[in-house]
């Protein structure tokens, strides 16, 4: 079952709409329901949706598992520069703004943490209330700049955001700010922290390539050296490009350490 809404953001004094699905006996089953949040919402279920015409297949995976799951798909600003606004919890350096957009300015990002505590404090505590959920039992999904927001939610709020899957993470643009996160982070409340890398995410331009790779390699060895590294699932991906068609392949992988039955 699909539930669309308009809900508002109050940390951001904006409205966005999103995309609910929920077991079609959720009313009448009496269970309790794991909730998984998945950002880039425009991609998760419909194809003629999806940024490049491929999902993410959520609803083929959710109904051919049979998987007892309500998923909360909040899409992207599509406002010029707004979603690098929304997913950066900081702003881009020079060089970076200069990269992104061909010009310097003040820079990209800025508003990931007041992203995050709409996502934490109003739409959670919304959906807790409205749904028949486990809210101890909460998922965060992303990919590129929507993998970064995830990963920071889940690395700043471990209590709230236990599962994490945040694919292809861009994290370039802002390494040395995730690397202190992660070493100032908590990862003990975190029951499963995945991320990925492809290694051909600059889609033949290899200098984009290493510096995916890089920086990945740069958190991931961070997140070696804390206690709880155990919850953490590091995987690479073989000629993989920067694309859905590629993170659509991982669902049944990070699926599956969220949700083993």
Known sequence: ???????????????????????????????????????????????????????????????????????VAIPCNFGPYMRESEYGAWKTDRAITIMETGRPGPGLGGEGEAYVRFLKDELKPYIDYTYPTNPEDTAIVGSSAGGNISFYASLKYPETFKKCAALSCAFWYYPFQYEKLVREADLRPLECLYFDLGTNEGVGNEFVTNLYKYDNELIYNALMEKEGKECVHFHIYEDAIHSESEWRKRVPVFMELFYRR
């Open 1 to 71: 079952m699909i539930e669309n809404k308009k809900i508002y953001m109050h940390t951001l004094n904006r409205e966005r709409d999103i995309t609910i699905y929920l077991p079609d006996d959720y009313q009448y089953s009496g269970k309790r329901y794991p909730v998984m949040y998945i950002n880039d919402g425009q991609n998760a279920f419909f194809d003629n949706q999806a940024y490049s015409g491929v999902s993410w297949g959520f609803l083929d995976y959710v109904e051919y598992n049979h998987l007892d799951l309500i998923m």
